[in-house]
């Protein structure tokens, strides 16, 4: 918390908006944009990550097609579109060199890439925080 001007104020965030796939995909709704990434769950043995390489077709995708491939030793983990929609651009902290920022912070920092999602507020198919954490734990 700030003080300011003798009132104690709370500095805010961007809200979440915070869905996941069953494949372990994640998407963080922002408005007409989303954020995607890759669950930790999906990373688990993953020590450091030597390449991720991108789907060479920028334009829109389909819900599950590939838009990168993590590389480790003899894995090959692929990360999925959650929805359909169009990759706007790919997290630069990943294309200037820090790929294990997906290792460290895979659900926020460590984001994939920024889409417009062709429907932005259908949530069809996908599945909310709370009830992806309860299905981890009681899964695996």
């Known amino acids: ?17 915070l869905y996941y796939t ?10 007409s944009v989303a954020y995607i990434g890759i669950c ?7 020590k450091e990550i030597q390449k ?9 995708k389909k819900c599950g ?9 003899d894995y090959k983990i692929d990360v999925h579109m959650p929805v359909s929609g169009k990759i706007l ?4 902290a990943i294309l200037f060199g820090n790929k294990n920022i997906v290792l460290q912070e895979p ?4 984001y994939i890439a920024l889409i417009v999602p062709s429907s932005p507020y259908d949530r069809q198919g996908l599945t909310i925080s709370e009830k992806y ?6 899964t695996h």
């Open 1 to 17: 918390m700030m003080k300011q001007s003798g009132k104690a104020t709370q500095t805010s965030k961007p809200k979440r908006d």
């Open 22 to 31: 069953m494949d372990y995909e994640w998407i963080d709704f922002q408005g």
């Open 40 to 46: 930790p769950f999906k990373l688990t043995g993953i």
């Open 52 to 60: 991720i390489e991108f789907s060479k077709d920028k334009n829109s």
């Open 65 to 73: 097609e590939v838009v990168a491939s993590i590389l480790y030793e």
């Open 89 to 92: 651009s790919i997290n630069n």
């Open 107 to 110: 659900e926020n920092s460590g």
């Open 133 to 138: 954490r309860m299905s981890t734990k009681t």
